[in-house]
């Protein structure tokens, strides 16, 4: 091997023994990617012992309740582009974003109108909607996965001790007619956290670590594909600036004050509250 190519060259034909060829297609290109990588920026051995030292951080930094990993992949702009690369183009469907690095817990099951905020610190809110098909009809027994920080930014898995279990998170059945709705507070924006490699990485490309403020869905149904998405708050901080690169337009919501007495006594909550409106249609699978 007297030429970097060659290194590469030998590199690849190590793997003609893999089994599968989509394995050996990924191997493949990571390889020759990461050899152009090196060969291209002159990557010195400090860099390379520099790089090896944050992955292995990166990999000691996750627990059971935090995922370091899916952090990186997401303020990189790679679970963007991986959710955009699968993703579908068809217009009126919900479209799908980030999952995020929170959704390391069940979501307790809930019966629809439950109140998932188990503080009670933050601004009364109510979400509802109807899950549809792709033919405008109502998808019945839908289930929709929701989480969501507290209005201080943390998620219940962030302040074990602090939240009770199971904060912010319900697991949701639509009804006969495809319709939800579920009590919570209003989100608020709040930053990543950056006590990890990952915050190191941010601060060294002075980037801020802010997301806007959202609540995440996974909803899913026999016979439809499931969507990962968020429902954004409309008007808020870092719309424009999101550090994982995850607002798409049409999953901003209004979340409309409200002051209707009969309203609020049909979603058993206190009156004023804020009222958001998310409907979402799902592919077929």
């Known amino acids: 091997m007297t030429t970097e190519d060659a290194v590469t060259a030998e590199a690849v034909e190590s793997l003609r023994g893999t089994g599968g060829p989509r394995l050996r297609e990924l191997l493949t290109v990571l390889i020759r990617h990461l050899h152009a990588f090196a060969s291209e920026t002159r990557l010195t051995r400090g860099e390379w012992e520099t790089a090896i030292a944050f992955l292995t951080a990166t990999g000691q930094t996750c627990t059971d309740t935090r995922q370091e990993f899916i952090l990186l992949s997401d303020v990189l702009g790679l679970s963007m582009l991986v959710e955009k690369i699968n993703g579908h183009s068809d217009p009126g469907r919900t479209e799908s974003t980030v999952l995020g690095p929170f959704h390391m817990t069940e979501s307790p099951v809930r019966e629809l109108g439950a109140d998932i905020d188990l503080v009670g610190t933050g601004e009364p809110c109510v979400v509802s909607g109807v899950v549809r098909a792709a033919?405008?009809?109502?998808?019945?027994?839908?289930?929709?996965?929701?989480?969501?920080?507290?209005?201080?930014?943390?998620?219940?898995?962030?302040?074990?001790?602090?939240?009770?279990?199971?904060?912010?998170?319900?697991?949701?059945?639509?009804?006969?007619?495809?319709?939800?709705?579920?009590?919570?507070?209003?989100?608020?924006?709040?930053?990543?956290?950056?006590?990890?490699?990952?915050?190191?990485?941010?601060?060294?490309?002075?980037?801020?670590?802010y997301r806007p403020a959202h609540i995440h869905f996974i909803v899913s149904a026999d016979g439809h594909e499931p969507v990962t998405t968020h429902i954004f708050v409309a008007g808020g901080e870092y719309l424009d600036s999101d550090a994982?690169?995850?607002?798409?337009?049409?999953?901003?919501?209004?979340?409309?004050?409200?002051?209707?007495?009969?309203?609020?006594?049909?979603?058993?909550?206190?009156?004023?509250?804020?009222?958001?409106?998310?409907?979402?249609?799902?592919?077929?699978?």
Do not use: M
């Open 244 to 285: 994982v690169f995850a607002v798409k337009d049409s999953l901003v919501k209004e979340f409309t004050p409200t002051d209707d007495p009969v309203l609020a006594a049909e979603f058993d909550v206190a009156n004023p509250f804020r009222h958001a409106r998310f409907d979402l249609v799902l592919d077929p699978s």
């Open 135 to 209: 033919d405008g009809t109502p998808v019945p027994g839908a289930v929709l996965d929701v989480w969501q920080a507290d209005p201080h930014g943390f998620y219940d898995v962030q302040q074990p001790g602090v939240q009770p279990a199971g904060n912010g998170r319900g697991l949701f059945t639509a009804d006969a007619e495809g319709r939800f709705w579920f009590r919570t507070c209003v989100p608020s924006a709040y930053p990543i956290p950056t006590d990890g490699p990952v915050g190191d990485l941010l601060k060294a490309t002075g980037r801020h670590p």
